[in-house]
């Protein structure tokens, strides 16, 4: 039998200390043994009939439960204060063979695998590349558990590709204490596997775009996300090089992402017209003078094998780090007296900003490696549409001067995702993030909850569409906010899917103080339910 | 009492610079993680610590000592040494007999 350890608690923080948060109980869940003889799908199913076991429980006593990763979210998406479930020992996967895929499957079966929820975006890297094959994309780091990435929209900056969740072709669900409640979810326009196959895992197969896309992105809220079938694809490397070019052609690019006629002018290397897999602008915002922005292109090659004898380890063998207590110094400067930030900012941005004019090649899983703890952080990020980000930007960096605070900007780009409510819904979304490190409230310096709050505003009053990370942090009690960013209709699409695949009791179960505070855990009246 | 200070000085710098720690870590292989409150460069990982010391007997060598807590296939992703001048100390009165060790590991998961 699988075992749950189950921990009374006071409290639990994210990984980046964005908390503390109340907590009562602490339910980690581990695998049954190997050495029991039974088979991974056996195994798997064991681990399912535990984690309706524990929903059951807490069903039981009034209580709400949540799954967590890897606990990389800065915003309060992933805490809950009954009961926390920690499944990244929860961490089986399958290759999908052909006779396993669906009659009218577009995907070929060996891009196919099945991971459990806890699988860690490293861990899954190392499984494909055993298998010659690589994830599509990642967020900068590895740290994340694949059901973490998709229920919060981790992305990079995928302008072809998309985000993590826009590779997952199936979901299993686990809804409920029920057998029924145990579902296998892809869209009914792009089937994936056999209905026998499924039920190797006892799921009941779905085939609907609708609740396929709602699911997707669920913010931790559309049941347990016990397993995700991604396509993966094969193995390439990646071409990373940051110059600095003149603002004005950054922001061109960032506006047009039209590469067609660009000349990078990479040495030794010709990408003249080649799109890039990954494009991003630094920004410091406090250097207001600065005519060249920092930017990262990074193209995708033929991967081959003796790649490091011509660029050496993309690895570093010595990976170094500012002392926390230098950068804890530096906050408690900058709460004391904000305007020394920009100065504060600029005397450490050789350490915060990538090296230049460095030409690094890997795989995916080396270029987005292992990321040290850098301290208590903060991250605000918005999507806007891409043709608006030097716009977005330039508001955004001009209120963070008029109210410093301790970080510095970044534009990535997305492909557009189908996830009802993935924030990557424009065509191609800029994000546009600030990230740096926390500081107390203090009288002398703008507080967290403040400085979000205004960066809204001025988007909004500047008529800039825009969404925001679900695993950033940000104002969310902004009055009307989710109906502003995802308008209406797709809040009501959302609603409705979780009406279907959930009972109201089970709903409030799947609920936390997140969910209420963006007006997403209240179910959809049955009268709205029937006219959507 | 300047005699007394001069002592102190050099007793601090030789503590200090005889004090300081050596992380090494796989770069291939996946960390076991852990929910902690840690805000190190473990924050997310599972550590354990082997602060012990260990004799050595005149007559033998070549000792290693066995790690139990990997599970049944998994090395480690990380090993963390930690020398101080009261363990350099330890070894050179006792000609070598006793170490101290002071390590911190991770498993892979």
Redo the contacts between chains.
């Keep these: 039998m699988a075992t749950t350890k189950i921990d009374e608690r006071t409290r639990w923080d994210t990984l980046h200390k964005n908390g503390p948060f109340p907590l009562k109980r602490f339910l980690t869940t581990k695998l049954e043994k190997t050495s029991t003889g039974l088979n991974d799908f056996a195994r798997y199913n064991d681990a399912a009939t535990e984690v309706q076991r524990l929903i059951q429980r807490a069903a039981d006593t009034h209580e709400r439960f949540r799954a967590i990763g890897s606990k990389w979210s800065m915003s309060s998406i992933a805490h809950c204060e009954d009961r926390m479930h920690f499944n990244s020992f929860m961490n089986l996967k399958f290759s999908i063979f052909e006779g396993e895929m669906h009659e009218n499957t577009a995907y070929e079966h060996s891009n196919l695998f099945w991971l459990q929820c806890g699988n860690q975006i490293k861990e899954i890297s190392i499984f494909l590349e055993q298998r010659g094959k690589s994830l599509k994309t990642s967020g900068a780091s590895n740290g994340q558990t694949i059901a973490g990435c998709i229920s919060t929209g981790v992305h990079g900056s995928g302008i072809a590709i998309g985000s993590v969740q826009d590779y997952v072709v199936g979901l299993n669900l686990i809804t409920g204490p029920r057998p029924e409640d145990i579902l296998y979810i892809e869209r009914k326009s792009k089937p994936a596997l056999r209905d026998t196959y499924a039920q190797n895992f006892k799921a009941i197969v779905i085939r609907d775009d609708e609740i396929f896309n709602a699911a997707l992105v669920g913010l931790g809220s559309m049941g347990f996300i016990h397993g995700v079938v991604i396509e993966a694809e094969n193995l390439y490397l990646l071409h990373r090089y940051v110059k600095k070019i003149p603002k004005a052609e950054a922001l061109q690019l960032a506006d047009s992402l039209d590469f067609n006629n660009y000349d990078p002018k990479i040495p030794n290397a010709d990408f003249n017209g080649v799109h890039p897999f990954h494009y991003k602008v630094f920004m410091n915002p406090y250097n207001t003078n600065e005519d060249m922005y920092a930017v990262e292109f990074i193209y995708k090659i033929k991967y081959y094998e003796n790649y490091k004898s011509d660029f050496g380890n993309p690895i570093p063998f010595q990976k170094e780090f500012v002392y926390l207590d230098l950068i804890y110094l530096f906050i408690k400067i900058a709460e004391k007296i904000p305007k020394a930030i920009p100065k504060l900012i600029n005397a450490l941005k050789t350490s915060i900003l990538p090296k230049e004019e460095k030409t690094t090649v890997g795989k995916l899983s080396e270029i987005f490696w292992d990321a040290g703890f850098q301290g208590r952080a903060f991250a605000c990020s918005f999507g806007v549409d891409h043709t608006q980000s030097s716009k977005a930007l330039e508001l955004l960096a001009a209120l963070t001067r008029k109210h410093p605070v301790p970080g510095i900007f970044a534009m990535r780009f997305i492909k557009s995702t189908e996830a009802t409510l993935g924030f990557s819904k424009f065509p191609f979304t800029c994000m546009v993030e600030i990230d740096g490190i926390q500081w107390d409230d203090d009288e002398n310096i703008i507080s967290l909850k403040e400085y979000s709050k205004k960066m809204i505003e001025v988007l909004k009053d500047n008529n800039i569409p825009f969404t925001l990370h679900w695993g950033k942090n940000a104002n969310w009690e902004f009055p009307n906010l989710t109906e502003h960013m995802y308008g209406t209709e797709r809040v009501k699409k959302w609603k409705k899917v979780r009406n279907r695949l959930l009972s109201v009791p089970m709903q409030e179960v799947f609920s936390n103080d997140f969910l209420d505070t963006v007006k997403l855990s209240e179910p959809l009246p049955l009268d709205d339910d029937l006219i959507v | 009492m300047r005699f007394f200070r001069t002592a102190l000085y050099c007793y601090l710098i030789i503590c200090l610079s005889s004090c300081y720690s050596v992380r090494f870590q796989v ?4 960390w076991e ?1 852990a ?1 902690t ?8 990982y599972n550590v354990y610590t082997l602060d012990t010391v260990v004799t050595r007997k005149l007559t033998t060598g070549q000792h290693y000592f066995n790690i139990p807590d990997c599970s ?1 296939g998994k090395g480690l992703h990380t090993v963390e040494y930690r020398t101080t001048f009261g363990g350099m100390l330890l070894n050179a009165v006792t000609f070598g007999r006793k170490k101290k060790v002071k390590i911190k590991y991770v498993c892979i ?1």
């Design positions: 770069e291939n292989a996946q993680p929910d409150e840690r805000e190190d460069a473990y924050a997310g049944l998961k």
